[in-house]
């Protein structure tokens, strides 16, 4: 068993990441060695040195001659505990520049017209996410938590479970997982789904991101969740939120550190008695910062009697500085911070301070403590690690106010922030007039609810929480490996059908010895089937049971030759194996409810295309298999819904079973006809049952504890004692037990 809180605390993580948390620079002729900037370097730094874990990632460099190399890799494996991925000039270019930065990075950020698709990129990110994994194949121990991230590796956690099926594998995005109307337009879709899912946990910032993703493998691969857990080749997968922390224990106690202060006083000193707008981000289009300027602009239009009172400082951290996008984002910045300098300042007085390059830690911290309202005000943004920065940096006497945007992932958790729609010129230029005018106490007030929450989740609290929950997903992962059927128990089962004199087969049809179909009429048996039930009833020892929701025309047409007993309408129906008449179990039944209640059944075929009602003679079912996913569930919880109310004093029930609802007579089920063979003798010294659906729990719940019980596909909740995952499976079962 494992639990990260005993045997796994001790366990290695080693982080796979596009960059080290250290970039490695040539200056003259030396290698040298810094901080990278950066959401996830700076965020994850905290932890990684805190453990004795590994980092795998691209130093920034190719050392070049072995010498330099040996060095290197020498340096950073002693002192960072970090294992370089060497990239080519090519690489970069297609992988990282490329697929990376021109197809992912704008369309998982919604800005789907930058985004573009070259199959040769995507060629070169398929290489450069195996060369991460060939890299860590040879530094991983068995056992290590291997935990992937970011947006650049989405193919690594299933080539990592390929090479080692039994890793302990998490993949975390800092970026938001966009809609299925944006995720849709990429021609690698399904392959990037299934990369995701070769991890154990996949984590999100936010819960709609996590939705977005789960709506995805629902609409694109056509698998179902339950509570954010989905089935993946017989693993568990566990997709859930995890909003990213920072270390705000090293900003606050930065914020009170002689160096900060000092900075502090410098600053103040420098911009007196103005106070301090500040923004801080990398620049990129998905920041915000040209409309940001515009409603400085606007603010500095309509409110003059700031002028001469506020600076904005502007600081930005150069990136991507290759790509084309990025280099006419900078000059169209270069120009709007001109213009409105141009346009307002006097003589003592500019009002933006424009600063385009990264900055130490302590005057990064003294900015932040400094200003007194920062703008943070991106586009669109995964999390925003700016926004909690600064407010863990607001110590003592917290005075600044927050503009936070609302498609910036941190909104989710900083609702006492100022929040705007960046979009919106007009709304921005109004909150920065707002957030310089709030009263003292309000801001502290806010200021202190954020900073207490942020305080709570920090880093260390959201690595820890990552991490066990990925050791609980592997525990339930290995809970349920019990429960599919082994080769040790298949040959228990064998022996116990071998010294059997008197066998009962109870079978569901659909879902369990047949694949379901888009419609109920293309599941008929096929040969196969056919040979396995009449030879399995051809055995005098043997009485096998066909337990089917299907109307008895159907049953009969398809396997009434077969010599096995058969249950039509979920239990509604019965007829011998040796007999040709169909009996009712409940000769009371009535069929009178059904005009009633199919006009709803009708109204709400018309609004789901694909779905149809199916007539039964003491049933009715809606069928939405073949209805667009989301939509089928959607409406069939509201058809549900209607149905309770519509029903409720009859003594008719209504079922859910695998993309139906069926209104029924109650007190008709699997269970009750599955009594009427076992009543019959009480010799049966061996059961098989075996179903797919919710309605073969009731077949389940009246057998002896010793009867072989199977459920045909993965479910969280069941009364059988074994899992099997396919039709298939189940087939070949029964043919290995009558040696067919
Ligand atoms: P980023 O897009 O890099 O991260 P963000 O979360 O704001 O965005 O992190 C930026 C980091 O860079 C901060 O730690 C900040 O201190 C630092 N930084 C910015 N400008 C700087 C400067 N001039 N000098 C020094 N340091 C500077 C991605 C996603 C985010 C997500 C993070 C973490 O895009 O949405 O929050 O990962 O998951």
């Known amino acids: 068993m494992i639990t990260r809180d005993s045997e796994l605390a001790n ?78 000039a090519t690489d970069l270019k297609k992988y990282y520049h490329g697929f990376s930065n021109r197809t992912l990075w704008p369309l998982f950020h919604y800005f789907s017209t930058y985004a573009t698709y070259d199959s040769s990129e995507w060629a070169t990110y398929k290489k450069v996410n ?166 400085f602009e606007l603010f500095l239009e309509r409110y003059p009697e700031w002028h001469r009172k506020i600076t904005y400082v ?34 003592g007085w500019l009002p933006i301070l424009y600063m385009y390059r990264s900055l130490p830690f302590e005057e990064l911290v003294s900015l932040y403590s400094a200003a007194d309202l920062a703008l943070v005000t991106p586009l669109r943004d995964g999390m925003n690690l700016v926004a909690k920065e600064y407010l863990a940096s607001q110590i003592d006497n917290p005075k600044g106010a927050l503009v936070l945007s609302e498609t910036a992932g941190a909104a989710a958790e900083l609702g006492e922030a100022i ?61 349920n490996r019990q429960f599919f059927l082994a080769e040790k128990e298949r040959k228990e089962m064998q022996s116990d059908y071998n010294k059997a004199g008197k066998r009962l087969f109870l079978l569901d049809y659909d879902g369990t010895l047949m694949s379901l179909a888009g419609k109920p009429e293309l599941a008929q048996p096929d040969s196969e089937i056919y040979s396995i039930l009449s ?64 006009p709803l059944l009708e109204m709400f075929s018309v609004r789901t295309p694909g779905s149809f009602i199916e007539e039964k003679s003491y049933a009715l079912v809606w069928h939405y298999r073949k209805a667009e996913p989301e939509l089928g569930n959607l409406r069939s919880k509201e058809l549900v819904d209607a149905l309770y109310d519509m029903l409720a004093g ?29 009543e019959k003798d009480a010799a049966w010294d061996f059961i098989l049952a075996m179903g797919d659906d919710w309605t073969d729990e009731d077949t389940f719940s009246v057998l002896p504890d010793w009867s072989w019980t199977i459920k045909v596909g993965f479910a969280p909740f069941t009364g059988a004692r074994f899992l099997l995952d396919s039709p298939a499976k189940a087939r070949k079962l029964l043919k290995t037990l009558e040696e067919l």
Request: net charge neutral; proline share 5%.
């Open 419 to 479: 929040v705007v729609n960046p979009n919106d010129i007009n709304m921005m230029a109004e909150a920065i007039a707002r957030g310089l005018s709030i009263s003292e106490k309000d801001k502290k007030k806010r200021i202190e609810s954020m900073t207490d929450r942020i305080k709570k989740y920090d880093i260390f609290q959201w690595t820890e929480d990552f991490l066990n929950q990925l050791c609980q997903t592997r525990d339930r992962q290995e809970h």
């Open 130 to 295: 195996q060369m991460f994994c060939n890299r860590l194949l040879e530094v991983i121990r068995p056992g290590d938590i291997i935990w992937v991230h970011d947006y650049h590796l989405l193919l690594l956690p299933d080539m990592l479970r390929r090479e080692v099926p039994d890793a302990i594998i998490g993949f975390f995005l800092h970026i938001p997982f966009p809609s299925m109307e944006i995720f849709r337009y990429l021609p690698w879709r399904e392959d990037i789904l299934q990369g995701m899912l070769g991890a154990d946990l996949i984590g999100f910032h936010t819960y709609d991101y996590t939705r977005h993703f789960l709506s995805c493998v629902l609409r694109i691969l056509g698998k179902e969740q339950v509570y954010g857990q989905l089935i993946v080749e017989n693993r568990t997968v566990n997709v859930d939120t995890f909003p990213m922390g920072i270390d705000t224990d090293k900003f606050s106690t930065a914020a009170s550190s002689p160096a900060v202060i000092k900075e502090r006083e410098l600053l103040d000193e420098r911009l007196k008695p103005e106070k301090i707008i500040l923004s801080v981000d990398r620049l990129d289009f998905t920041k915000g910062i040209p409309e940001r300027l515009r409603a």
């Open 535 to 598: 030879s399995l009833a051809g055995n005098p020892a043997n009485t096998v049971v066909l337990i089917s929701g299907r109307d008895s025309g159907t049953l009969t047409d398809w396997l009434g030759g077969a010599g096995v007993g058969m249950v039509a309408e979920h239990g509604t129906w019965i007829r011998e194996a040796d007999g040709h008449e169909w009996q009712l179990t409940n000769k009371g039944l009535s069929a009178g409810w059904k005009e009633n209640v199919y």
């Open 11 to 88: 366990k290695r993580v080693v982080i796979a990441s596009n960059r080290l948390p250290v970039s490695v620079s040539r200056k003259n002729g030396r290698l040298g060695i810094s901080p990278s900037v950066g959401g996830l370097a700076t965020g994850l730094s905290s932890f990684h040195r805190g453990s004795d874990g590994l980092w795998v990632g691209w130093p920034g460099i190719n050392p070049g001659d072995t010498q330099n190399k040996l060095e290197l890799e020498e340096t950073l494996k002693k002192d960072y505990n970090c294992f370089p991925v060497y990239l080519t």
């Open 650 to 678: 009859t003594d008719l029930q209504v079922l859910q079973g695998s993309k139906v609802v069926e209104i029924k007579p109650a007190g008709v089920n699997k269970g009750r006809a599955a009594l009427h063979w076992l």
């Open 314 to 347: 502007m600081l930005c951290v150069p990136s991507r500085t290759k790509v084309r996008e990025y280099q006419l984002l900078k000059s169209e910045i270069d120009e709007l911070v001109g213009k409105i300098n141009g346009r307002f300042d006097t003589p």
